[in-house]
């Protein structure tokens, strides 16, 4: 894993390709919700993230116990920001930003086993990641994206292939990813593609044309 190397988790984690990602402001209702991981498991995606910058941690636990039930053990779950919810709801791991409970803070509340991910936009943030327990690394946004307001400065294939020098840790990249160009985003060096908005419009063909593409 070369020196300088951390990782919570006992081995260092296999990240899928498609890194799913269920915004909740994209789903009017929670069955829509529930509905479209559904799907995107049905298509073959082995783990999806739960981001929902909004709403109340009562609402948070309620619609992460209801994803938690419907997909059981088959797919990886990663909750957003919130590691004590994450926890609660018998997540597989908890993804941090920069602005979030911190990478050694969120360790804490989860504990050695779960994954603990962390989003990066530049070289600095990059490095300083590498040096915490998180399992995986984040970089982005690699194209422009509307999932995210106020988005950090695009990075370009060359802010992956730059990220990709810079750890050893898995990296998973996000920002404007799409069907057309996740493939130059995995040859530029990482590991996985996180994707919202393409995978919204029918979302079990959508994860397997995915699926198709990246393998």
């Given amino acids: 894993m070369g020196p300088g ?3 919570g988790a006992a081995t260092m984690v296999i990240l899928p390709r498609l890194y799913a990602i269920l915004d909740t402001p994209l789903f009017p209702e929670d069955a829509a919700l ?3 991981a559904e799907e995107l498991v049905a298509g073959g995606a082995t783990l999806l993230q739960y981001r929902n910058k909004s709403d109340n941690a009562r609402h948070m636990l309620e619609q992460a116990r209801e994803l938690k039930r419907r997909l059981g053990s088959s797919v990886k779950l990663i909750m957003n920001d919130r590691a004590d919810l994450g926890l609660a709801a ?3 791991g908890v993804h941090v930003g920069q602005d979030d409970l911190s990478p050694e803070g969120a360790r804490k509340v989860i504990g050695e086993s779960l ?3 962390i989003s990066t936009h530049n070289p600095d943030q990059i490095t300083e990641a590498g040096k915490t327990s998180a399992d995986y690394i984040a970089i982005g946004p690699v194209f ?3 999932s995210k307001a106020n988005p950090d ?5 060359e802010g992956v292939r730059k990220a990709r020098e810079l750890t050893r840790k898995p990296l ?3 920002g404007g990813i799409t069907r057309e160009n996740c493939r130059s985003v995995i040859e530029a060096g990482a590991d996985a593609v996180a994707v919202i908005s ?3 419009r029918e979302p079990r063909k959508s994860a397997e044309e995915f699926l198709r593409i990246l393998r």
Avoid: E, M
């Fill in 5 to 7: 190397f951390q990782s």
């Fill in 34 to 36: 529930f509905t479209a």
């Fill in 90 to 92: 018998g997540f597989d």
């Fill in 115 to 117: 994954w603990l991910g």
């Fill in 144 to 146: 422009p994206t509307v």
């Fill in 153 to 157: 400065p695009v990075i370009g294939l």
């Fill in 172 to 174: 998973v990249a996000i």
């Fill in 198 to 200: 393409d995978l919204l």
